[in-house]
């Protein structure tokens, strides 16, 4: 069975560009998640998206969106990207609807740099 | 709020030591607690988790995890260490009412000599 996937790997943007992260679950997961991990800042909860809505997002400003698709598979964009948008952006997603006891599977991540 | 706390950034073993990682976490309720790994360049598997069962929570690769709540502690331990155990652990509790959102600890980076 194939794991959460993500595109593209690796992305180098400059500055005040848009970007778009895909992320595609494990089948039959309804709830994604996406995560920021940049260097010295550890990792953050950035949005959740269950059955096609949001349900939550972390402390980001509003150029970062995204949504979830009918197949459950999801985008991250980010707007005028800025310096310290560089990161590695982790996608999860977990079965059913999401509760505290469920585990999120992670994918390997898009590397973003920002020049 | 839910927070997490991983005393030592960096901690270094010997090959077939005792590895211990230390995890805290404050919580007004009872917790989901989590222990992930990443390799470099890779993403988070989970190592185990505590979910209000048994307290020693056994998970992958020979780690293991006690919940101890008047310690409000979730310390990761193998009692010998492999090169391979090489990589950054990450404890994270899951915000009761947030649907399982992850908050994450810094993360211990545990290097194994040979």
């Known amino acids: 069975e194939a794991g959460v996937t993500q595109s593209p790997t690796h992305l180098i943007k400059t500055r005040g560009q848009q970007v778009t992260l895909r992320c595609s679950p494990i089948?039959?997961?309804?709830?994604v998640y996406w995560y920021q991990q940049a260097l010295g800042l550890g990792l953050q909860f950035l949005l959740w998206?269950?059955?096609?809505?949001?349900?939550n997002r972390g402390n980001f400003p509003p150029r970062f969106s995204g949504r979830q698709f009918p197949n459950y598979s999801s985008e991250l964009n980010v707007n005028a990207l800025e310096l310290e948008d560089s990161a590695l952006y982790l996608c999860?997603?977990?079965?059913?609807?999401?509760?505290?006891?469920?585990?999120?599977?992670f994918g390997a991540g898009t590397r973003l740099s920002v020049l | 709020a839910q927070s997490v706390t991983q005393l030592g950034s960096h901690v270094s073993v010997s090959e077939g030591a005792l590895v211990l990682l230390r995890c805290n976490y404050s919580?007004?309720?009872?917790?989901?607690l989590f222990w992930y790994v990443q390799y470099p360049n890779q993403g988070l598997q989970l190592l185990l988790k505590?979910?209000?069962?048994?307290?020693l929570v056994k998970g992958i690769n020979g780690f293991e995890a006690e919940f101890k709540k008047s310690e409000t502690s979730f310390h990761l331990t193998k009692p010998s260490a492999h090169m391979s155990d090489a990589a950054e652990y990450f404890c994270?509790?899951?915000?009761?009412?947030?649907?399982?959102?992850?908050?994450f600890g810094q993360g211990t980076e545990l290097s194994v000599k040979p």
């Open positions: 998206y269950d059955e096609g809505e949001e349900r």
């Open positions: 089948s039959g997961h309804t709830s």
């Open positions: 994270a509790v899951s915000e009761y009412n947030q649907g399982g959102k992850l908050i």
């Open positions: 919580s007004s309720v009872p917790p989901y």
């Open positions: 505590y979910t209000s069962a048994a307290t």
């Open positions: 999860a997603s977990s079965p059913g609807l999401a509760g505290p006891k469920n585990i999120q599977y």
